[in-house]
C-alpha cells in the first residue's frame, strides 16, 4: 500500500522526466537540426515535441490530483478502503497518458531520424491512447 507522501509519486516523477526530454529534444530541434533538416521533416519533429510537452504538463497534473489532500481526500479514503473507485480510473490514466507520449511523440521522433516507415503505426496507437487516458481521467474525476 502506497504511504500518504507516495501518491502520485510515479506520474510527478514520469512528469518531470518526460518535460525535461521534451526540453532538450526543442533545443536540438531549434538549434542543431533545424539548419539541416527540410522544413517539412522539422514541423514532424516539432509536433512531437509540442505533444510531449501538452501531455506532459497533463501528466503532471495527473499527478498532483493523486497527491492532493483537498476535496476528494475522504472519499480517496473511503475508496481506497473499498479497494475500489475514481483512485483507479486516474492511476489508470496516468499510465495511459505516460504510454501515448511514448507511442505518439517517440514514434515521430523515429520517423523524423530515419526510423523504419512502419515506425510511423505506433503514432496513432499512441494518439488512441493518449485520448484514453484523458478519458478515464476525466470518467475517474466525474466519480470523484
Known amino acids: ?13 514520469a512528469a518531470g522526466l518526460l ?4 526540453t532538450v529534444a526543442g533545443a536540438v530541434g531549434a ?3 533545424s ?15 509540442r505533444y ?11 499527478g498532483l490530483v493523486l497527491r492532493a489532500e483537498g476535496p476528494y481526500a475522504a472519499d480517496r479514503r473511503r475508496q481506497e478502503a473499498g479497494g475500489a473507485g475514481y483512485l483507479r480510473a486516474v492511476r489508470a490514466a496516468a499510465w ?8 505518439f511523440s517517440g514514434s515521430l521522433y523515429g ?13 496513432p496507437a499512441g494518439g488512441v491512447a493518449l485520448i484514453g487516458g484523458w478519458l ?3 470518467y475517474g474525476l466525474w466519480r470523484a
Request: glycine share 12%; charged share 10%; net charge positive.
Open 1 to 13: 500500500m502506497q504511504g500518504p507522501g507516495s501518491r502520485g509519486r510515479r506520474p510527478l516523477a
Open 19 to 22: 518535460l525535461a526530454l521534451a
Open 31 to 33: 538549434h542543431v537540426l
Open 35 to 49: 539548419a539541416h533538416w527540410s522544413p517539412v521533416r522539422m514541423r514532424v519533429y516539432d509536433i512531437a515535441v
Open 52 to 62: 510531449q510537452f501538452y501531455d506532459s504538463l497533463g501528466l503532471l497534473g495527473i
Open 96 to 103: 495511459l497518458v505516460f504510454a501515448g507520449v511514448v507511442l
Open 111 to 123: 520517423l523524423t531520424l530515419g526510423a523504419p516507415s512502419w515506425t510511423g503505426f505506433l503514432t
Open 136 to 138: 478515464l481521467f476525466a
